[in-house]
């Protein structure tokens, strides 16, 4: 079982930038997806992160603005987030899915969740 914290967010104007964290205890050899809520909407896929950091992978709207990264010293895991739109208001999810692979997109297929940090983008 992976434990998950997610923190780092807040409101930012737009234009500016925010690095979310999501702390993991427990089994390590996990991928992380990071997904996001706007109200009204489903969870939506951003990025994600294979076990060991050398492979990720974007959605559209995140490709060239947010970048995801690692350090397994820390068990912890990053979203940096640069040029930050209103759009981009929800909350940010980390998740944790069992394996050696990168992560699917697909919110149903990772086997646990933190409890969400909300990030806000003002026009």
């Known amino acids: 079982q992976v434990q998950l914290v997610e923190s780092g967010g807040g409101l930012v104007q737009a234009g500016g930038s925010l690095r979310l964290s999501c702390a993991a205890s427990?089994?390590?050899?996990?991928?992380i997806g990071w997904f996001r809520q706007a109200p009204g909407k489903e969870r939506e896929f951003v990025a994600s992160i294979n076990w060991s950091g050398a492979e990720t992978y974007y959605a559209n709207t995140a490709k060239g603005r947010f970048t995801t990264s690692r350090d397994n010293a820390k068990n912890t895991v990053y979203l940096q987030m640069t040029s930050l739109k209103p759009e981009d208001t929800a909350v940010y999810y980390c998740g944790a899915q069992y394996g050696y692979g990168i992560g699917t997109t697909n919110a149903g297929d990772y086997n646990s969740w933190g409890q969400g940090t909300q990030v806000t983008v003002s026009s």
């Open positions: 427990g089994r390590l050899s996990v991928a």
